[in-house]
């Protein structure tokens, strides 16, 4: 089968195809998988430029989505010919978090998605929403989970709430098409005046170019008359986070997943606290969660938001468009 594997050090450029053995065929309680799609995530792109710890010759990549084309003895929510989706915590089956690292996510601390071919327990997976692609499918694992639970598991949303998103990358497009169809009002942050209109058109009540309103915290609570919002999905991490803060109403709930401004900073805890706010950190979801998501999405109108996709041998060059920061929404492997 043909497979990625990142080459220690790590960096875009150690990035290879090669052809592997396929996997071996499904023992008790386990499936094989025929891989179609993956979806790049910026904990995929940190893993593959080098992230310390990382394995010599891992095969990157958190999410997948196939077909099943075998199922071992003793599993019965899966059939071959099942579309499925990986998990990205494969042993954190339901329940509150019990995980604080990274040991058993695909494409960090195991085998990741980036191969033709995968053989592992049917618990690592759960059946894709009806009538997605495999691609749109493979959004799910990471971004879609993430927003999923940031608004609904976490964040309590209900119709009539107001959500503040950050930028166009995969989680806040899904914040703000979940938000959406669960009747509450969306605000959302960007720096390209192009993507302004993609955002309203998706929904948006309201689009704060946060490069002309560096203070875009108090432009968010300008525009909700002083309330501020109920739900911030908050993305960008210690640069952004004091004006999620601002942002945020009293009593509210900020969702706090971001890394992509670093992994500490100076947190205004004094207005935190006297806002009563709730921060809550979160990475994705558990199975359950999971399956609830898919539920639910089945009965949406709308789909994942797929910026571009790539074949599976041009892996560096998907993660060199998505490190410009210029898509909107997901970008994709298909293969």
Known sequence: MKAIQLQSPGGLERLKLVDLPAPAAPQTGQIQVRVHASSLNYHDLGVVLGKPGTADGLIPMSDGAGVVTAVGAGVGDFKVGDAVVSCFF???????????????????????FARELVTA??????????????????????????????????????????????????VSIFALQMARSMGARVIATTSSAA??????????????NYHDNPKWGDEVLKRTN?????????????????????????????????????????????????????????????????????????????????????????????????????HFGKVCLSF
């Open 195 to 208: 993507k302004e209109q993609p955002l309203l058109a998706m929904g948006a009540s309201d689009v704060i």
């Open 90 to 112: 494969p042993t954190w089956q339901a329940g509150r978090a019990t995980i604080a690292d990274f040991v058993t996510v695909p494409g960090d601390g195991i085998d990741g």
């Open 121 to 170: 327990p049917a618990t690592s997976f759960t059946h894709s929403p009806k009538g997605y692609t495999h691609e749109e499918a493979a959004t799910l694992t990471t971004a879609g989970l993430t927003a999923w639970r940031a608004l609904v598991i976490d964040g309590g949303i209900k119709a009539g709430d107001t959500v503040l998103v950050l930028g166009t990358g995969g």
């Open 226 to 326: 002083g309330r501020g919002v109920d739900i911030v999905v908050e993305v960008g991490g210690p640069s952004t986070l004091p004006q999620s803060i601002r942002a945020c109403r009293v009593g509210g709930h900020i969702a706090l997943m971001g890394v992509l401004t670093g992994f500490a900073g100076d947190i205004p805890t004094v207005e935190l606290m006297r806002k009563q706010q709730t921060l809550q950190g979160l990475i994705v979801g558990s199975r359950q969660d999971q399956e609830d998501m898919v539920r639910a999405l089945e009965r949406f109108d709308w789909k994942p938001v797929i910026d571009s996709q790539y074949p599976l041998e041009q892996i560096a060059a998907a993660f060199e468009h998505q490190k410009a920061g210029k």
